[in-house]
């Protein structure tokens, strides 16, 4: 055996280090799956960030590739016996990375358009406009909805507290249903969900890029945004980490699935006879962690049938910007869980991070919607008045 390495006062090497180069985390790597090559795991990726912080090897565009299609999925850090953090890692290594290789343009433009939410929800209102016009290649994402009056604010403070609720930057447009149907559903609880102005992008997307310090100046921002306040429900998976590490020693970050959970037992739902698909996100299954939750919502509807889609490669390839910055390969894992919901029957499908959605319903035609949306609709009228109806079951007789 190899004599034990001494700490490295390098942080990605001491983070590397911590790889015992077993191999476990090989099947349940989606980019391994889809090439069967072993710089495509994260064994092979961690070796090689460990030699570039070295200076053991040159960087090549060669290995600079099979870093940039990781996933940042980080299934393997659910499977890893010595609990190496690949995704503080994996930021680390494309910190380096960035340093030395500017970004595409394309990722550029994805990133300042994020930072900057009030631009992206005025460029995707253009889009929404062009959409009927525009020929499929220049269709990425699926038609924002129409604009939607602002719901009436409570006269009350609200029986049990008050909630403030993250928005971030391309939900902003697609999410005012849904965060329409979390404000009924907490109200019904007693809670009162107010949004908190001078909010922005979470900084995921840009941390998953590699760009730590745009990453920290948006996590400042929604510090200052949210002081004061006590407890934030996140929507998106996606969102929820970066947040809460943003807000550490302030408010309280819940995920909003979490949340209505330990209140499940206050709510009504009406039976609904249907199937439904249901996603679990990477990020709800590695990060969040609240699978479990959300099965145990869906059980609470009377008639409700859920099939889970687990076909394919583990993840459903938007991963961030990926599903805009490497079409073809994004598609290549969305494919087996497309597949896998025509054949299930389902009638519509249910998943809980905006990205994720964004990339599922590109190329389906059936509903595509956040399971606490699709919760709101089933939701029993109380005091506070009735729930929108939910869409209509294309299967309903």
Known sequence: MSAARLPSADPLVALADRCVQCGLCLPACPTYGHDRSEAESPRGRIAVARAWALDAIEPTTVADTHLDH????????????????????LSLARNRQRERRPPARRQRWIEALAARPRALRSLLGLYRLAYPALPTVWRPLPRPPGRRAAPTEPTDDGRRGELALFVGCVAEPYETGLRDALTRLCRSLGYRVRAVQDQTCCGSLHAHAGDQARAQALGARNRAAFAGVDTVLTLASGCHEALAQSLHGGPRTLDAIAFLDRHADALRLRPQRERVALHLPCTQRNVVGSAPALRRLLARVPG??????????????????????????????????????????????????????????????????????????????????????????????
């Open 304 to 397: 409700l049938e859920v099939i889970e889609l687990n076909a394919g490669y583990g993840c459903c390839g938007a991963a961030g910007t990926q599903m805009l910055t490497e079409p073809e390969r994004a598609a290549d894992y969305r494919a087996p869980l497309l597949r896998q919901f025509a054949d299930s029957g389902a009638t519509r499908l249910l998943s809980a991070n905006i990205g994720c959605r964004l990339h599922l319903s590109a190329a389906l035609a059936a509903p595509v919607a956040h399971p606490l949306e699709f919760l709101a609709g089933l939701a029993e009228a109380g005091a506070e008045g009735t729930p929108d109806s939910l869409p209509a079951n294309p299967a309903a007789t």
């Open 70 to 89: 990781c996933l940042g999925c980080r299934s393997c850090e659910a499977v890893c016996p010595a609990g190496v953090q690949y995704g503080e890692l």
